[in-house]
């Protein structure tokens, strides 16, 4: 089993942020922590958290192999093109370490427009149709996709993903498992987050139940406070977890990183 | 113009020298050549570097370009067409397989490699975001450079790009402004309970980008500044008129907004001190220059620039 750091990106000192993620983010990868996420838009509309994004970009720059992940993004609030482009930047930057975790449930008031599309009505379509369109533009010379939500024909978008790779996507909850199978076939991870540990048994349950065999390849990670690290190494060991992340509300220094890993 | 140890000097002060080029993700331009391009431009004596946006692009467009001809140099008060035209129509400059990175994280990473030099968006589609996230961005960009990214913004001119990022472009303009009172709504704390921004950082300021009335009317009431592209000093004195009297309806004066003449450079590099005297005389507060520089050529241009601005030895 792997750990990993989740944070919201807000200094817990008086220096510069980009100092203190730069700080961090070395000292975890020195440390092997195997990957770094920043919060899903839920949690930081509601925090006074600096963007998720150019968090993980600063993240990027201060280290070479640590996996970076999205633990909540919302494709319902985002227009397509100008995601794949930030998500394509971020990938750039890192050398292709980004992986992106969606969430596909209705989208809080407070990240939609007033006059804004209705994309509420249906927002897993809608995420759906702009994940889609979003592999295109990274994948695709001329970007071409008829949906929806998204219309496009003979699109350049540059750069690409780094080997105009689809991103690994990872699903956050079971609710809307099986619409996004049927939209998309498969995912490559599944995001328990913030749960307890029967809750977590119940969401591997229904990801067996729905997948088959095949849950084998989804990989799990859960993300649990930092302070209950410790606490549920056994447990998702036992669960079968692939990754198990410690979740600050800042951005840890690297005694809090030892922690997690004493 | 007049030059000192302080720069080019115009009318009210320092007339800070902004170049406008491009970070495309391609192999040449990669991080080490960012890196390199902005301490080059830094140590010459320029004060920022300026990017356009485009979030695609198109082998062909029905939509036609609106800045195809830049004023010479050597005259300014003549304007010289600079891009292709097919058919009688203008298009955007731009190689056949042109990229750009995302604004944002290309000012975060420009500024990590200077200590002085400014970032800015020349100009970011506006419309295209949506603004409950941009506010967040925006902050975040100006926390991550320490406030040195300069957040101008347009309305874009291809009807192709707005559809497929799923904004409607006929209403363009409107949004804009919204957007605008949207994010200035966000960032002074009148949110209501919808969403938290991070606190004590100043957010950028806001440039219009643009020269039509509605721009113009727009920079003087609701922007922290005006950025249009390719004017004749004549035309940038006309549009100057506009903006102070639209300043003056809101009770504000030339001294609450920050101008920059941007311009694509035509004719010779010993050559642009005359128009940049010629804007510098008019009072602005920047001059943007768009010479379409390469991975090879760079530094010597940039060397050129500044010894016909003067700029060596500047300091901020």
């Known amino acids: 089993m792997e750990f990993g750091i989740a944070c919201a990106f807000g200094s817990g000192s008086t220096g510069s942020l980009y100092d203190a993620i730069q700080t961090g983010a070395r000292a975890a990868e020195e440390l092997g922590f195997a990957s770094w996420w920043a919060l899903g838009d839920r949690e930081v509309l509601t925090s006074s958290a600096h963007d998720p994004t150019l968090g993980l970009h600063c993240v990027a720059r201060a280290t070479r192999t640590i996996r970076l992940g999205l633990a909540g993004d919302l494709p319902s609030v985002r227009a397509a093109a100008v995601r794949a482009k930030q998500l394509a930047s971020l990938d750039w930057f890192s050398d292709g370490r980004v992986e992106l975790g969606i969430d596909v449930d209705e989208p809080p008031q407070g990240l939609l427009e007033d006059d804004g599309p209705a994309d509420s009505v249906d927002s897993l379509g809608t995420a759906m149709d702009r994940l889609a369109a979003m592999e295109a533009l990274w994948t695709r010379c001329r970007g071409e996709v008829r949906s929806d939500t998204v219309t496009f024909a003979g699109a350049i978008a540059l750069p690409k993903t780094v080997g105009e790779r689809r991103l690994p996507v990872h699903l956050r909850g079971t609710k809307a498992l099986r619409r996004v199978l049927e939209r998309r076939g498969h995912i490559d991870g599944w995001l328990a987050w913030r749960v307890n540990e029967g809750e977590l048994r119940n969401g591997l349950g229904e990801l067996a139940d729905v997948l088959g065999a095949d849950a084998a390849q989804v990989r799990k990670t859960w993300f649990v406070d930092a302070g209950e690290t410790g606490a549920s190494r056994e447990g998702a060991a036992a669960a079968g977890v692939d990754e198990l992340v410690a979740v600050f509300e800042h951005v840890p220094g690297a005694d809090e990183l030892r922690k997690v890993i004493a | ?316």
């Open chain 2, 1 to 316: 113009m007049s030059t000192n140890s302080a720069g080019v000097m115009g009318s009210r002060g320092r007339v800070r020298i902004g170049l406008v080029d491009l970070f495309d993700g391609s192999e040449k331009r990669n991080l080490d050549f960012m890196t390199e391009f902005a301490r080059t431009a830094e140590a010459s004596g320029f004060d920022g570097i300026w990017m356009p946006e485009h979030v695609l692009f198109f082998d062909e467009y029905d939509s036609v370009y609106p800045y195809p001809e830049a004023p010479i140099a050597a005259n300014p008060d003549v304007k010289e067409q600079h891009n292709k035209v097919v058919d009688g129509k203008a298009e955007v400059e731009s190689a056949p397989e042109q990229g750009l990175l995302d604004m944002f994280q290309t000012a975060v990473a420009v500024c990590a490699a200077t200590t002085r030099l400014r970032f800015g968006s020349s100009v970011l589609l506006l419309p295209l975001r949506n603004p409950r996230l941009l506010a967040r961005e925006a902050l975040t960009v100006a926390e991550l450079t320490g406030d040195r990214f300069d957040l101008g913004v347009g309305v874009g001119w291809s009807a192709e790009e707005f559809e497929a990022c799923e904004s409607d472009f006929t209403v363009r303009g409107k949004r804009c402004e919204r957007l605008i009172n949207d994010l200035k709504t966000a960032w002074s704390g009148d949110r209501g309970k919808r969403s938290s921004l991070p606190a004590g950082t100043t957010p950028p300021r806001v440039l219009i980008g643009g020269h039509s009335r509605a721009a113009v009317r727009r920079a003087g009431t609701v922007a922290d500044g005006w950025y249009p592209w390719n004017l004749t000093p004549a035309e940038f004195e006309e549009g100057l008129e506009a903006l102070d009297r639209h300043l003056a309806t809101a009770g504000r004066s030339r001294d609450d907004v920050h101008v920059i003449a941007g311009f694509r450079a035509v004719g010779e590099i010993a050559d642009l001190s005359r128009i940049v005297a010629r804007y510098a005389e008019l009072g602005v507060d920047g001059v943007n220059i768009s010479l379409r520089m390469t991975e090879d050529n760079y530094a010597h241009v940039m060397s050129e620039v500044a010894d016909a601005l003067e700029l060596t030895g500047s300091d901020a």
